[in-house]
T-cell receptor
Framework: TQLLEQSPQFLSIQEGENLTVYCNSS?????LQWYRQEPGEGPVLLVT?????EVKKLKRLTFQFGDARKDSSLHITAAQPGDTGLYLC???????????FGEGTQLTVNP | DAGVIQSPRHEVTEMGQEVTLRCKPI?????LFWYRQTMMRGLELLIY????????DSGMPEDRFSAKMPNASFSTLKIQPSEPRDSAVYFC??????????????FGPGTRLTVL
């Protein structure tokens, strides 16, 4: 069974601070996705990375896929209250579209 | 497109009753997923279908849970009989599977189920 561990589970910071969320596994994934979920809604895809070592930027968010495709990180620069939400990483296998989700990181950015 | 549609949004029922959750995937998508989300266990995959055929139901908790997809535009998840430990938010998601990495799953708004 492929497992993804996210850390930290909870993070509360002040507006303007930087933060990094980690997603680790002992298994290799063919892709790694990050989703954000807001209260009362389903998760929404932020980014997909498929190549070991790949780095993608989405405004103030930077996503990295580890060289061995076993881990990933999400870095947010100058966090804003609108970044508040549950961040989920999800690993994809080599066949089909089944995803394995991490437990999530609940981020709160205080104004 | 309206996105993935789930109904009802909220369901409160008593232990022992039958519960049916419904999902309409995005038109043109060929894969459909049912997830359950709780504080303790996070987001768990229950079952997924590809081209209306169940591919992996290993996440279905027990025989009380069943899922069907009679056509490409409709799926149901049924719990009979329901128990308090089934209380959770149930999500349906759909995707267009190209048999490659990185397929995007589009989630519905979820059904919050409370079993008393």
């Amino acid at each position: 069974t492929q497992l993804l561990e996210q850390s930290p589970q909870f993070l509360s910071i002040q507006e303007g601070e930087n933060l990094t969320v980690y997603c680790n596994s002992s298994s290799v994934f063919s892709s790694l996705q990050w989703y954000r979920q807001e209260p009362g809604e389903g998760p929404v895809l932020l980014v997909t990375v498929v190549t070991g070592g790949e780095v993608k930027k989405l405004k103030r968010l930077t996503f990295q896929f580890g060289d061995a495709r076993k881990d990933s990180s999400l870095h947010i620069t100058a966090a804003q209250p609108g970044d508040t939400g549950l961040y989920l990483c999800a690993g994809g296998g080599t066949s089909g579209s089944r995803l394995t989700f991490g437990e999530g990181t609940q981020l709160t950015v205080n104004p | 497109d309206a996105g993935v549609i789930q109904s009802p949004r909220h369901e409160v029922t008593e232990m022992g009753q039958e519960v049916t959750l419904r999902c309409k995937p995005i038109s043109g998508h060929n894969s459909l997923f049912w997830y359950r989300q709780t504080m303790m266990r996070g987001l768990e995959l229950l079952i997924y279908f590809n081209n209306n055929v169940p591919i992996d139901d290993s996440g279905m908790p027990e025989d009380r849970f069943s899922a069907k997809m009679p056509n490409a535009s409709f799926s149901t998840l049924k719990i009979q009989p329901s128990e308090p430990r089934d209380s959770a938010v149930y999500f349906c998601a759909s995707s267009f599977t190209l048999r490659g990495p990185g397929d995007t799953q589009y989630f519905g708004p979820g059904t919050r189920l409370t079993v008393l």
